[in-house]
């Protein structure tokens, strides 16, 4: 992805069928906004798809694999061959993200950056081989500028093969063991907060193991104390599928397709996204809650409202996999449910009248 | 239903297969327990079916009918009317359950007790008349004690139809104008809680109409102030679609098949059948957080924790409805996923090992 790409307005949402949409939630035979988010849901879809009946049957997930050259440091509760192993499990469907995408009849696609541990060409997988791994950022930048263009093109390009499909919605996730320290490390950086504000346990950290993990991040806030942008953060202080993740976020943006972003990692690329591009914006929904212990900070400076909660902390999509059946239910309530008109159901300004007599 | 009915034990968990379903979540390809909730309800789903792959395919879900006379008071937004008008709507297929279960695949069943304004006899409808309408409860008790069994027996009837289908979860819901006003008076009785702690706006009361309803309730409850025992509560102070909810609940824990409770007024049938029977509790799923005001304290006072809290509160079951996708999402993963063996991915073991050496 050229910087040039980053230039590029983001599409504009139809207010007007937005507007559409909530004068129908008002006619459907319910008290108004007794579907709570349901009803927004509905009502965004509607002028994000420039549509009367909103729809997200067509479902693309993309996983971006990458390493980290930061894990050297042993931050992660999993040693850093388990993201060369679960690039294999994503394409052999044993993973969490595997079962989610066939139950959800959701195309999955796996594109790994670069990986310490090589599975090599798979069945199922696409090759977007940058190197093993970024380097450590506490030494040096993550990435070159040639590196990050490679990683901003290759979440731009996934997008384009999932526009191609006719995908309704797109979903990105993430594997890479020590991502969660990059994604802090870049938030912080991005936000102006200590690292203690945002470092979480990541995959299971005890105590000790997130003290360990906040100096490492420390450290490499120091390094690039320098560092002014977002873009130049990202190189900084990223890493290869986090960088996939804000091509792919801008891209979808640029094009029009709205985005279900997952949690804690992808919320952070969201982050850099909207910093670079803040008409990209709408076109981002927030799928859940993450129990990473930063997510939470990310969603408020994103004025981010998401839909679930329910202590997931898993990455691959997953959070935002879960909630696609919420979308889907949204969409079905929106466009399948009787007006009060059609129903012959009196509303509730007859009842105003009545009390008021 | 009889009340000997109620004498009659809950069927108990299977507390080895639970044991099995939480081993299993700790081997498959995920960090342990970052799942959140999913790893619950399916582990729990495990020891109430009594099996190592839980399924929620076949979903029953009934919506019991009836009218209040306590609507006489003017203590909703919406007429009296709307409850039979709603009924036709269910029957059409109009309605928001009506969408939902059509979407989920589920069955859905509705049950019509005794409404005002009488749609008659309608495909697709069960007719189960005790009266038009409860006796308002400010004035004399809601039921007589025949009427309460009839309800509580139409509850039991509906279970055993749905255990006859195979069903593999049991979704009861309601329609009732003046409802939330029945099922708060009821839960503060239960709670002994003043009727200021629970009283919501329902359907959409503003302000002097919440004021007003309180104003009934506390009325209700000084009425009914010597009442003792959660099923008298029930009949001074509840509906006919609380006490068949309550009857359907307690068969449901007594055959062995798990419920997903909705929002406000099924909570407080579900506080209902709980104290008529403690060993009924384990039967009980809980799908989410109604706005309703005093749908918060009800799920505490169950030691329940939903699944989702996202400002619905319509009733019919369509919050219920709306979980299922999670808890069938739960059952995929906890069935579907490969183990780390399987997959041959490294455990955290193997990282803790390495970064202690």
Redesign the interface.
Known sequence: MSRESLLVACAVPDASMAEAACARQVQ???????????EHVAVQLAGLQKTRTPAVDRVWITVFAADHGVATE?V????Q??TG??V??FA?????I???A??LDATLEVVNLGTMNDPGELAGMKRAWIAPATANFCEAPAMTDAQLAAALGAGQASVRRALAAGTELFIGGEMGIGNTTAATALAAAVLGEPASALTGAG??LDAA?IARKQRVIERALARHAHVRGPLEQLRCLGGFEIAALVGAYVEAAQAGLPVLVDGFITTAAALVAVRLRPDARPWLLFSHCS?EHGHASLLWALEAEP????????GEA?GA??AV??L??AC??HN???TFA???????A???T??QA
């Open positions: 459907l035979t319910k008290p108004p906004g007794s579907l709570g988010a349901l042993g992660s509760a999993f040693p061959a388990v192993e679960m294999r499990n052999d469907g044993g993973a969490a595997s079962v989610l066939r139950t995959t299971g193991g129990q839909l679930l909660d329910i202590g997931m902390r898993l997953s996999a879960v059946p919420l889907r239910l079905a309530l399948g449910m009787a059609e129903a012959g159901v009196s509303d509730s007859a009842s105003v009545r009390v």
